[in-house]
């Protein structure tokens, strides 16, 4: 939430990847004459390769809060996942338990 807070954006170079490993991607950028590193996932991994440019997001606050990829979009596209989760959610519940209470079984008496 910072990192989208305080956004400042930089091109880092992809120093390793593991793909296997949930798209991990190492990276390191520079900000102010220092060069920082980090990791996160990167949904294109296998595309990557050591030395290819990747765009960062940083916290202009603290740069060590860092992340590949643009922050506001990835807390926008998380925060309307989590919004359709809760409204599924919240009517597969209303199905499940408080439908079936709610009818009355006919008996063929």
């Given at each position: 939430m910072s990192v989208a807070r305080h956004q400042t954006a930089a091109t880092g170079t992809v120093l390793k990847t593991n793909c296997s490993n949930n798209n991990d991607v190492s990276y390191s950028f520079s900000v102010q004459g220092r060069t920082l590193e980090g990791r996160d996932n990167w949904i294109d991994c296998r595309s990557l390769k050591?030395?290819?440019?990747?765009?960062?997001?940083?916290?202009?606050?603290d740069p060590t809060r860092n992340m590949a990829g643009d922050a506001n979009a990835r807390l926008i596209a998380e925060s309307i996942s989590i919004l359709i989760a809760s409204i599924l959610g919240s009517i597969v519940v209303a199905i499940v338990f408080v439908y079936p209470f709610g009818r009355k079984v006919k008996s063929d008496r």
């Amino acid at each position: 939430m910072s990192v989208a807070r305080h956004q400042t954006a930089a091109t880092g170079t992809v120093l390793k990847t593991n793909c296997s490993n949930n798209n991990d991607v190492s990276y390191s950028f520079s900000v102010q004459g220092r060069t920082l590193e980090g990791r996160d996932n990167w949904i294109d991994c296998r595309s990557l390769k050591p030395g290819d440019n990747l765009p960062i997001s940083f916290s202009s606050a603290d740069p060590t809060r860092n992340m590949a990829g643009d922050a506001n979009a990835r807390l926008i596209a998380e925060s309307i996942s989590i919004l359709i989760a809760s409204i599924l959610g919240s009517i597969v519940v209303a199905i499940v338990f408080v439908y079936p209470f709610g009818r009355k079984v006919k008996s063929d008496r």
